[in-house]
């Protein structure tokens, strides 16, 4: 797991901070720990919902580190978007939401809390 990404489990809820602030933007590093451990979360059959939060008070976050954009490397720019589309991807594995099933469930993203 990346150290901007800090999980801890409360019982039957995952509790996942963004930690990079001040504005907790994601890195290509930040993503990957955040579908790999989105997928780890859907195998424990004791975790039933997910909450998401940035660490400080100013953002939760605000999308990705545009220094990583700087250079203007469109190789760059287009791994980041695959990057960000794997994981966040609503019909993939990570938020697939099965709530019957005691899945993961989410309801943070504004238009993505389907089955809730």
Request: charged content about 25%; some cysteine.
């Amino acid at each position: 797991m990346s150290e901007l990404i800090q999980l801890e489990k409360r019982g039957h809820i995952a509790v996942l901070t963004i930690a990079n602030p001040p504005a907790n933007t994601w890195t290509a590093d930040s993503l990957a720990a955040l579908k790999a451990t989105v997928e780890e979360l859907n195998d424990d059959r004791n975790i039933f919902a997910l909450v998401v939060t940035g660490q400080g008070e100013k953002f939760f976050s605000a999308g990705a580190d545009l220094k990583t954009f700087a250079d203007g490397d469109r190789a760059r720019a287009n791994d980041m978007a695959q990057r960000f589309g794997e994981a966040f991807a609503a019909d993939g594995v990570p938020w697939r939401i099965d709530c019957r099933r005691k899945r993961l469930c989410h309801g943070w993203w504004p238009g993505m809390c389907h089955g809730l």
